[in-house]
């Protein structure tokens, strides 16, 4: 090995270690590449083509609450692996991984505070959590949000993003449907507002339960939200479907939402929506 070669090699090696392989990420939606910091300081929507990318409940709540000043609520307990279910792996190593890679109890995380001045508990699906699932961890979770909002007599908010029911749970994910609507038939009859925000994805049993219910129904630009999927809706009617179906602007302009509002607006429209709804409750008092 000759002197330049040996130069090229070190010169290589400090350029290397001095250039971290994370610096950049590709947007997926129009495959630009953003630099890491921008994308983040821009709430993780592309600069360029405006994809609103996932983000978990950290972020979420940073984002949202006044000042990024909260306190997450406790997490209930639920059951770990009821059923005992194994498929390529077990269930309870599934859990595990999942609680390790995220920090979380489960797929549904409550925070309370204040959102444009008015107080608010917040719910927030975590996708990274098994697809944001919903099981017995992620209903329990929703009921304790919706009890905490009564008890402290202000909206519950939620943040959905979930691929559906949590298959390794069987049944017992299918109950958190009633019970979930349960919950907010009590928010009701306390006379507080309950408040969707669909994410990307919003899909399956999330969708045909809680999800749907909102007093008020908020989509962030570009969400897919459904219940079945594309391919199983096309192959059972045998029919092509629409451009952009199931993403929030389709649902928007057929009447299943209220607005579709992007990121950096939400708290804004947020803090006015529960300024207006709550006007009823602060008269009554």
């Avoid at 130069?7 to 392989?21: G, M, Q």
């Avoid at 909260?70 to 639920?78: F, W």
């Avoid at 969708?207 to 630009?221: C, F, K, R, V």
Wanted: glycine share 10%.
């Amino acid at each position: 090995m000759n002197w330049l070669t040996r130069v090229r090699n070190s010169l290589s090696a400090v350029v290397k270690r001095e250039t971290p392989d994370n610096l950049w990420l590709k947007c997926p939606a129009c495959a630009q590449m953003i630099f890491k910091k921008e994308y983040e300081e821009n709430l993780s929507v592309c600069p360029t083509c405006g994809h609103h990318g996932r983000i978990g409940p950290k972020a979420r709540f940073a984002q949202i609450f006044d000042e990024g000043r909260h306190s997450v609520l406790p997490s209930p307990k639920a059951p770990d692996d009821p059923l005992k279910f194994r498929d390529t792996k077990r269930y309870a190593d599934r859990i595990k991984a999942a609680r390790t890679a995220t920090g979380a109890q489960d797929a549904l995380i409550n925070a309370q505070g204040k959102i444009a001045g008015q107080g608010a508990v917040v719910g927030v699906q975590d996708f990274a959590f098994m697809g944001g699932s919903m099981g017995a961890g992620v209903g329990a979770a929703f009921i304790a949000g919706a009890r905490a909002a009564i008890a402290a007599k202000c909206p519950y908010v939620i943040f959905t993003a979930s691929g559906g029911a949590r298959m390794q749970e069987g049944i017992i994910s299918l109950m958190q449907l009633p019970r979930t609507t349960v919950a907010i038939a009590e928010l009701r009859d306390a006379g507080l507002p309950y408040i969707v925000v669909l994410t990307d994805p919003t899909t399956g049993g999330v969708t045909a339960s809680y999800a749907m219910l909102g007093d008020i129904q908020i989509a962030e630009p570009g969400a897919l939200i459904g219940f079945a999927g594309q391919r199983v809706i096309q192959q059972t009617i045998r029919e092509t479907l629409p451009e952009g179906f199931q993403r929030a602007e389709y649902l928007l302009a057929h009447g299943m939402l209220d607005m579709v509002v992007n990121r950096a607006e939400l708290p804004e429209t947020l803090g006015k929506t529960i300024n207006y709804l709550m006007t009823g409750q602060r008269k009554a008092a």
